[in-house]
């Protein structure tokens, strides 16, 4: 079965600095697709960024991109002068197979931005 | 833009009980997904439809069921509630076209009591 592993579970970042979000997964599928979400104390799951396991390019997304190294399985979200509304738990996902029922998620790691 | 919308926000119910919760999809979107996250823990998928039809189906307990309509919101019907059905539950709403981008609602919060 495939694993998320984010090693990070906190982490602090100084306001207008850049932060990179550990994900690591594990697969032997060929096709798959990660995604990262963030979820603020709100509650509500916010869709962040996509990468599909044969886009050449690493996905960005305005402050968002995601670092993807297929050799390593990683795909690590970088977010770039980060803001006070940044804090939050930020969630990477992984579909196997790209089967949408079979989406995985990390454990989480809770950014938080210090001003 | 208008999001996914879920109702109630919050509900509380007691063992036994059955709880009926609601999502509303963007417009236009055909999909739509339901979530389960306890307390501390990531999201699980419970079960999709596409077309008013179901299409996968993951770690839904036999006590729950759902269906989606003719106007594309759906329901989470959950019956005989135990103390482990408290979660936040979420729908998520994408195009079949574009089903990678999902869009997730506010959740609603579920207390068994």
């Known amino acids: 079965a495939q694993k998320i592993t984010q090693t990070q579970p906190g982490m602090f970042v100084q306001e207008k600095e850049a932060v990179t979000l550990d994900c690591t997964y594990d697969?032997?599928?060929?096709?798959?697709?990660l995604f990262w979400y963030k979820q603020p104390s709100s509650g509500e799951m916010i869709f962040l960024i996509y990468q599909g396991s044969y886009d050449e390019q690493n996905a960005t997304e305005g402050r968002y991109s995601l670092n993807f190294q297929k050799a390593r399985k990683s795909a690590n979200l970088v977010i770039s002068a980060s803001q006070l509304g940044d804090s939050a738990m930020y969630f990477c996902?992984?579909?196997?197979?790209?089967?949408?029922?079979?989406?995985?998620f990390g454990a989480g790691t809770r950014l938080t931005v210090k001003p | 833009a208008a999001g996914v919308i879920q109702s109630p926000r919050h509900l509380i119910k007691e063992k036994r009980e059955t709880a009926t919760l609601k999502c509303y999809p963007i417009?236009?979107?055909?999909?739509v997904y339901w979530y389960q996250q306890g307390p501390g823990q990531d999201p699980q998928f419970l079960i999709s439809f596409y077309e008013k039809m179901q299409s996968d189906k993951g770690s839904i307990p036999d006590r729950f069921s759902a269906q989606q309509f003719s106007d594309y919101h759906s329901e989470l019907n959950m019956s005989s509630l135990e103390l482990g059905d408290s979660a936040l539950y979420f729908c998520?709403?994408?195009?079949?076209?574009?089903?990678?981008?999902?869009?997730f609602g506010p959740g609603t919060r579920l207390t068994v009591t």
């Open positions: 697969t032997s599928d060929q096709s798959y697709g």
């Open positions: 996902a992984t579909i196997p197979g790209g089967f949408l029922n079979d989406m995985r």
């Open positions: 417009p236009r979107h055909d999909t």
């Open positions: 998520a709403s994408s195009l079949s076209v574009n089903p990678y981008e999902q869009y």
